[in-house]
């Protein structure tokens, strides 16, 4: 992978009024590279990508986009990057055709290229038969597609997702990952934020950022590697009613929905199991074999996320005194 920084990030800050919506934040993404940016609705994900598309001036903090300022040089920007959002960009009374030819002439493409670049473009994301349908006609997962079409047809050399596969359906998220992975492949650097953890696995590197800070990044391994829990995984057959019992047990440090069972979190494992029996047993609730499992990226989000709380409630607890 090419080592040059497609995105350069430091001490990154913006408030609207009193709050702080993204806090102080700073990080480097290369060339090339599936970057995730995986936080909860409201972390600051979306700020952050305004920030670095040149939609929003920053309130503190620098940064560089394809080597330019953020802030300088932001309208220089905008010809060398894609931008995709869960909205999608698009008029639902034009074609597909047609809406790739209004954003092309946007970004002041000769007609010849133009033309070329849409051919190039449906074919790519599988649209070449549904050029001619009205954009509100196709389904959602073809509607993801054309954005992804609209967003490219410049070729640029970096490529915004910000949640831009929100709503659509599993199988259509996993055809338009593939798709990253062929954009990647290419040499195109892709900053995608998302608050789906099956989709950060697909990522080469990632930051996690909640309440605007960015509290881990490292590798999907990495971060997997941050739990210092043991995890025990369980499949009750009252799923709801035994994670409010497992939840109250002192041993418990956090009790999650993972798939069709439940996840475990324990620093006290050889305790823990047979507590959970013992709960569930007297509650008549079955849930057969515990057993122990590497940590998810779920996992790491929580643990994660509870130990950032853990630092903020301390840190308050000592302003309070001083």
């Given at each position: 992978m090419?080592t040059?920084k497609?995105i350069?990030?430091?001490?990154l800050s913006r408030?609207f009024?009193?709050?702080?919506?993204v806090?102080?934040?700073?990080f480097?993404?290369?060339?090339?590279?599936i970057?995730?940016?995986?936080?909860?609705n409201?972390?600051?994900?979306?700020?952050?990508?305004?920030?670095?598309n040149?939609?929003?001036?920053?309130?503190?903090?620098?940064?560089?986009?394809?080597g330019f300022d953020?802030i300088r040089?932001?309208?220089q920007?905008?010809?060398?990057?894609?931008?995709?959002?869960?909205r999608?960009?698009?008029?639902e009374d034009?074609?597909g055709e047609?809406?790739?030819?209004?954003?092309?002439?946007?970004y002041?493409l000769?007609p010849?290229r133009?033309?070329?670049r849409?051919t190039?473009v449906l074919?790519?994301?599988?649209?070449?038969?549904?050029?001619?349908d009205l954009?509100r006609?196709?389904?959602?997962g073809?509607?993801?597609?054309?954005?992804?079409?609209?967003?490219?047809i410049?070729?640029?050399?970096?490529?915004?997702?910000?949640?831009?596969t929100?709503?659509?359906?599993p199988?259509s998220?996993?055809?338009?990952?593939?798709?990253?992975?062929?954009m990647?492949q290419?040499g195109r650097?892709i900053?995608v934020?998302?608050?789906?953890?099956?989709e950060?696995?697909?990522c080469?590197?990632l930051v996690?950022i909640?309440q605007?800070?960015?509290?881990?990044?490292g590798t999907?391994?990495?971060?997997?590697g941050e739990?210092k829990e043991?995890i025990?995984a369980?499949?009750p057959d009252?799923?709801?009613?035994?994670?409010d019992?497992?939840r109250?047990l002192?041993?418990v440090?956090?009790a999650?929905?993972?798939?069709d069972g439940l996840?475990i979190?324990t620093?006290?494992?050889e305790?823990?199991e047979?507590?959970i029996?013992a709960?569930?047993s007297?509650?008549?609730i079955?849930?057969g074999r515990?057993?122990?499992?590497?940590?998810?990226?779920?996992?790491?989000?929580i643990?994660?996320?509870?130990r950032a709380?853990?630092?903020?409630a301390?840190?308050?607890?000592?302003s309070?005194?001083?």
């Amino acid at each position: 992978m090419n080592t040059e920084k497609a995105i350069v990030v430091k001490n990154l800050s913006r408030k609207f009024g009193k709050f702080i919506a993204v806090d102080n934040i700073s990080f480097e993404v290369n060339r090339g590279e599936i970057f995730g940016f995986l936080g909860p609705n409201g972390a600051g994900k979306s700020t952050t990508i305004r920030m670095l598309n040149g939609l929003l001036l920053p309130t503190s903090g620098e940064g560089r986009v394809g080597g330019f300022d953020i802030i300088r040089e932001n309208a220089q920007i905008k010809d060398h990057i894609g931008y995709m959002s869960q909205r999608f960009s698009l008029y639902e009374d034009l074609t597909g055709e047609e809406n790739l030819t209004f954003f092309g002439g946007v970004y002041g493409l000769d007609p010849e290229r133009l033309a070329a670049r849409i051919t190039e473009v449906l074919n790519l994301v599988g649209l070449e038969d549904r050029r001619h349908d009205l954009t509100r006609n196709l389904p959602l997962g073809l509607k993801q597609r054309l954005a992804l079409a609209s967003a490219i047809i410049h070729e640029p050399s970096i490529l915004f997702l910000d949640e831009a596969t929100s709503g659509v359906d599993p199988i259509s998220r996993r055809n338009f990952w593939d798709l990253i992975y062929a954009m990647a492949q290419e040499g195109r650097t892709i900053l995608v934020t998302t608050h789906y953890m099956e989709e950060a696995e697909f990522c080469d590197r990632l930051v996690l950022i909640f309440q605007g800070r960015i509290i881990a990044q490292g590798t999907p391994g990495e971060l997997k590697g941050e739990v210092k829990e043991t995890i025990l995984a369980l499949i009750p057959d009252n799923l709801d009613g035994a994670l409010d019992l497992i939840r109250k047990l002192p041993q418990v440090a956090e009790a999650a929905v993972f798939g069709d069972g439940l996840h475990i979190a324990t620093t006290r494992p050889e305790e823990t199991e047979p507590a959970i029996q013992a709960v569930l047993s007297a509650h008549h609730i079955a849930c057969g074999r515990i057993e122990r499992v590497r940590p998810s990226l779920e996992d790491a989000f929580i643990s994660l996320v509870q130990r950032a709380e853990g630092k903020e409630a301390i840190s308050g607890q000592l302003s309070a005194v001083s």
